[in-house]
């Protein structure tokens, strides 16, 4: 079903008459609301200065676009409000982020609410006082770096949860490296208070060696020392929670278009295609025609995560619709259209784009097309992934790589460690548009498959200035070419 000269003049910001009109003079006859086919709005394209077909669609069929139109719009926005913090709890296995999620999810909820049945839509909101945080129910930095790797940035917050027993580990680093790349600030929740061997200062000390600094010390990272198996203390994690929104400003206007991201989707028996979905801004309304991912639809049914049916959504608020016509994927945004019938087009379009050319693959930067891409695209710096044997090689690398320069554009080393390459890796490379060097280690089987399915570049290396050689060489476009 093509577009007709109604749908044309709102594209092209004129009267579907004129439009009528302008066709008439082209020799061809139609009304207002008759289909029309392709070559003839090439035609009336071509008539306009648009120069092909593809672009008419492309203005309304790109979601992403009309997604990022609202955003800029809600800046400029007069009716700005203050909306509730969306946070992400990260930390090493273990640490107690799964026992903190649970928790919270239990606390503050007044006796009307606890009724219904607790319903898992992959976000939850606390109330505090006489506010709002929502709570990302996927705990832990690949949920997050998948997210962000597919263009996704709901996170405002990430709550770093470190057991005051066991200290900083492996994914404790991860998950800074993966919050600070995302440029999202991080508050630390230092867990397992009640524990024998807890031991709150050693954490905070090494902490601080990655940048994380209490006031105390003259930093501005907030630290607070809970449990999340006994309760002590969380109230004053939400505190501080809502503290650091504060300093955020974060604010949305509820009275726009609304748009948003998928969290979760799934297909239920009894309900068709379900979508757990993050209202960004505006206020999305039961009955509202939508187009997510590259589906679409009309809201049939919004439930809360309090399991009740509500009428309409505001911002931060996570609710679960049904009534799409296929099941999105997580991280889709949605855009919320005035007519049923534009939403239905659009989301047709882009499913049969999807359908010819799969989901677009994002080019990613590799060693190779390193020179072209920093042209292409003025890249301030290369992000690097760095993994080796041994500590002695991290650090002699990261130095003599940091060092490297090339026409004002630096090498940032996003994450470095000892041990095999491994998928977090791979994820915040993805996330990052970064590669991956690895001196002396391998990346694991799974790394490895991910690796090539979202084209991040792995380079092994096992002499530290060959791989120093190579990275300058393709900042300055003069990389041999590997055969
Ligand atoms: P996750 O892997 O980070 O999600 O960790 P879990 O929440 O599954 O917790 C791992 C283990 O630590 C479980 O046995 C929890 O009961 C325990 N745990 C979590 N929080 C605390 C705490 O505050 N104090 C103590 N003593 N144990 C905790």
Redo the contacts with the bound molecule.
Sequence with gaps: EGMNAQDLGKLLHREPAEIVKKLFMLGVMTNQNQSLDKDTIELLAAEYGIESKEKVHEDISDIDNLYQKEVEASKESKHQESRPPVVTIM??????????L?RLRHTNVSEHEAGGITQKIGAYQVRVDDRLITFLDT?GHAAFSNMRARGAEVTDIVVL?V?ADDGVMPQTIEAIDHAKSAGVPIIVAI?????PGANPSHVTEQLMKYNLIPEDYGGDTIFVK?????GDNVEELLQMILLQADVLELKADPHQKAIGTVVEARLSRGRGPVADILVQQGTLEVGDPIVVGNTFGRVRVMTNDKGRRVKKATPSMPVEITGLNDVPESADKFVVFEDEKTARAVGEQRAQNALQKQREKVQHVTLDNLFDTMKRENMKEVGIVLKADVQGSVEALSQSLEKIEVEGVRVNIIHSGVGAINDSDVTLASASNAFIIGFNVRPTATAKSQAESDEVDIRSYSVIYKAIDDVEAAMKGMLEPTY
Excluded: Q, R, Y
């Design positions: 930390g090493h296995v273990d640490h107690g982020k799964t026992t903190l649970d705990p949860v057991a867990n397992k208070m009640d524990a809970i449990s999340a198996k006994t």
